[in-house]
């Protein structure tokens, strides 16, 4: 049998069993911890980031066991903690309920992605995937939900404030969720970013969204050094 008909074979029997593989579990052919797991899940060490664990083995997360001829692939920590054996956890005052939940890949591919840090999807869509608000979406404290407008690059924090399809001005990137906000979490309400996150020290810092907002709008409209040269004349 040549190595493409036996891939192939491979993967149709993985499909037919995938429902039970996407948690782990019952493995439909028997495999021991010196399988080439990768003979048949080429996919996963495949995309332009694949994870550093992926590299190192499949053995790094996960574990073979066989019981009665029957052979088990599971995680080697439970799935909200696997993650943390290798990632340090950060600690916020206000941290996103998955992350603080260990349910990291409700954002993360764990093995490879198109996406930088592994996202399932580009920033906005797996944010949006969430807490865009539909016909039927029931917001709360814990899923707050924006609604948006022209194909959902702009709404919120008011209507006409881009979320996408502009320029970064900070930057110089893509205008995204996490030019405004902490993925994971941070030190003030909504995860808005502080000037600590911010490149350069913020201009003013009144509140948390002065500090937001003004870091931005004084670069875009050329008084980067206004606020700052103002309080050095105010010295003298």
Request: include cysteine; glycine fraction near 6%; aromatic fraction near 6%.
């Amino acid at each position: 049998m040549s190595i493409r008909a036996g891939l192939h074979r491979c993967m149709i029997v993985i499909l037919a069993f995938w429902p039970s593989l996407c948690y782990g579990g019952k493995h439909p052919v028997p495999v021991d911890e010196n399988s080439q797991c990768l003979d048949c899940h080429a996919d996963h060490a495949a995309g332009d980031h694949v994870h550093a664990a992926v590299n190192l083995g499949c053995d790094s997360c996960h574990r073979v066991e066989n019981r009665q001829d029957v052979s088990y692939v599971e995680l080697k920590a439970a799935k909200t903690s696997v993650c943390f054996e290798c990632h340090e956890a950060e600690t916020s005052l206000y941290p996103h309920l998955p992350y603080a939940s260990g349910m990291c890949t409700r954002c993360h591919n764990p093995h490879s992605s198109a996406n930088p840090h592994l996202l399932k999807a580009k920033v906005n869509d797996v944010c949006l995937n969430c807490h865009l608000r539909k016909a039927d979406s029931a917001s709360s404290q814990y899923l707050p939900t924006i609604a948006l407008t022209r194909e959902n690059s702009m709404g919120h924090p008011y209507q006409r404030h881009p979320v996408s399809k502009f320029p970064d001005p900070l930057t110089g990137g893509e205008m995204s969720c996490v030019s405004c906000h902490m993925a994971h979490g941070g030190a003030k309400l909504h995860q808005l970013k502080m000037a600590s996150a911010i490149p350069e020290d913020a201009l003013n810092q009144v509140t948390e969204t002065n500090d937001m907002c003004r870091k931005c709008h004084m670069r875009m409209w050329g008084l980067e050094g206004y606020t700052a040269n103002k309080k050095k004349n105010k010295a003298k």
